[in-house]
């Protein structure tokens, strides 16, 4: 698929999905190229339609600056009990909604926010749909002390790890200082296995396992159908 067609599908999931949010929501809005559409909605309704929202949190820098830009006041994940709702985008979903996020390296706040949401929507265009997550790296955020050791485990246990790299080859640094370990497997045959797993290493700050998160994600289909799935 070409990017251009991609673009269209990824804004037709991302205008779907701001239908979903009304007045007075407090919003999360996620990170990545999908959801940067859907925050341009999200300005074309507060212009033409004045969408109000009560507060809005947000996932990176990136999106914070877009909503600014557009006027919307950002709020940090501490000065709000919950989220209504939550749209964000994924890099892999799967038949039961579990997902692979963190392509975008935002996976902790990414992970923080939808815990921390009533609901939570994907919009993803029809290339991330898999029956079993496979095809993307898992990325895992990890403390720069002891990431050598980590790297090293992983390697012990098969899950192919590599740092991710800036474009000079430094090492991609997260917003919260920590690096990011790539694992290259070929799939999570079981997902909640490999989830247990990083949950109990130290040294591991998140990884991007979504299970049990997304309730509905909305797929832009390639021929132009929009899918919601629950
Ligand atoms: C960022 C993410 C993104 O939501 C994910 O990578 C999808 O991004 P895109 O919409 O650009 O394909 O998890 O950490």
């Known amino acids: 698929m070409d990017r251009q067609k991609q673009d269209e599908l990824k804004q037709a999931a991302a205008k779907q999905a701001a239908g979903l949010v009304e007045d007075g929501m407090i919003l999360?809005?996620?990170?990545?190229?999908?959801?940067?559409?859907f925050i341009d909605e999200?300005?074309?309704r507060k212009?033409?339609?004045g969408l109000a929202l009560k507060a809005v949190v947000t996932t990176s820098s990136r999106s914070r600056k877009q909503l600014e830009?557009?006027?919307f006041t950002v709020s940090e994940l501490a000065d709000i009990d919950q989220a209504d709702l939550t749209v964000d985008?994924?890099?892999?979903?799967?038949?039961?909604?579990n997902g692979i996020k963190g392509g975008g390296a935002a996976l902790t706040l990414e992970k923080n926010v939808a815990v921390n949401s009533k609901k939570n929507v994907w919009i993803v265009d029809e290339s991330k749909v898999v029956d079993h997550l496979s095809g993307f790296p898992l990325p895992v955020e990890v403390l720069p002390i002891s990431c050598e050791q980590n790297?090293?485990?992983?390697?012990?246990e098969g899950l192919n790890p590599q740092f991710r790299l800036n474009a000079d080859g430094s090492r991609l640094k997260t917003h919260y200082g920590n690096y990011i370990l790539d694992l290259h497997v070929d799939s999570v045959p079981v997902p909640s296995g490999l989830a247990d797993y990083l949950d109990h290493t130290v040294g591991v700050v998140e990884h991007?396992?979504?299970?049990?998160?997304c309730d509905e994600v909305i797929i832009a289909r390639d021929n132009?159908?929009?899918?919601?799935?629950?």
């Open 151 to 156: 790297k090293r485990r992983f390697e012990a």
């Open 208 to 213: 991007g396992l979504f299970l049990d998160i």
């Open 69 to 71: 830009g557009l006027g």
């Open 89 to 97: 985008g994924a890099d892999r979903v799967d038949k039961q909604l």
């Open 28 to 37: 999360g809005v996620g990170t990545g190229s999908t959801v940067k559409f």
């Open 224 to 230: 132009g159908e929009i899918e919601t799935r629950c």
């Open 42 to 44: 999200l300005g074309r």
């Open 47 to 49: 212009e033409e339609e």
